[in-house]
């Protein structure tokens, strides 16, 4: 699972809270920007595990390879992707456990 962080741009989230460089309110509204849909936590959990189960894969492939003698797979290249698939399953893992934990939670709660 790739994180990819961009840098914070102050300038565009100056513009986008609807005030002036220098922090004052400006004195027209903001034309709206057209409607970009965020990814939502679904959409972002759906692809987190269709890339641990492509590295699973990955390492699986690999192993048969090693088993098979293949002389282009080296020992090393296919433990470095078991641990990759190992620590994806569980981080992934640990989002499902929190999840029902927050999911139990809010299950008990008083209304």
């Given at each position: ?47 987190a595990l ?30 470095v992707s ?30």
């Amino acid at each position: 699972m790739q994180v990819q962080l961009r840098p914070f741009n102050f300038a565009e989230a100056v513009a986008r809270a609807g005030l002036t460089p220098a922090g004052q309110p400006l004195g027209s509204p903001v034309a709206p920007k057209p409607e970009v849909k965020a990814p939502s936590f679904g959409d972002a959990m759906t692809q987190a595990l269709k890339s641990v189960s492509a590295q699973q894969n990955e390492a699986s492939r690999l192993q048969r390879e090693v088993q098979l003698d293949n002389p282009t797979v080296s020992l090393e290249e296919t433990m470095v992707s078991m641990q990759k698939a190992q620590i994806g399953f569980q981080a992934a893992l640990q989002v499902r456990n929190r999840l029902v934990s927050a999911y139990s939670e809010i299950m008990n709660m008083q209304v």
